[in-house]
Nanobody
Framework: QVQLVESGGGLVQAGGSLRLSCAAS????????MVWFRQALGKEREFAAS????????YYADSVKGRFTISRDNAKNTVYLQMNSLKPEDTAVYYC??????????????????WGQGTQVTVSS
């Protein structure tokens, strides 16, 4: 089991940027793809972005493509989500997750092995 702790959330104006971090400990971080999900109030948790075990491949939801960038530093056991050009509809709790596999694909919650506790991102208009 891997333990995940997110940080970097907060309040930002529309058009602004935030960088989320997720620090991992426990099982071998570099063996697995990492994922960011988000969940807006009253809505289901949705996939945002994933990155392969080595960091060479990424996959994004259409809603964030071109604005968000996922990256990882396996030496630091950390995955990041750089969020630019934020919109009010990006407001959500953002969750870091460790996939059960290695590939950067569209990952659904049943494919996740471990979850972080979440960090709130609020974008004001």
């Amino acid at each position: 089991q891997v333990q995940l702790v997110e940080s970097g959330g907060g309040l930002v104006q529309a058009g602004g940027s935030l960088r989320l971090s997720c620090a991992a400990s426990g099982r071998t971080f570099s063996n697995y793809a990492m994922v960011w999900f988000r969940q807006a109030l009253g809505k289901e948790r949705e996939f945002a972005a994933s990155i392969s075990w080595g960091g060479g491949n990424t996959y994004y939801a259409d809603s964030v493509k071109g604005r968000f960038t996922i990256s990882r530093d396996n030496a630091k056991n950390t995955v990041y989500l750089q969020m630019n050009s934020l919109k009010p509809e990006d407001t959500a709790v953002y969750y870091c997750a460790a996939s059960r596999g290695r590939l950067a694909v569209l990952i659904s919650p049943p494919m996740v092995g471990s979850w972080g506790q979440g960090t709130q991102v609020t974008v004001s208009s």
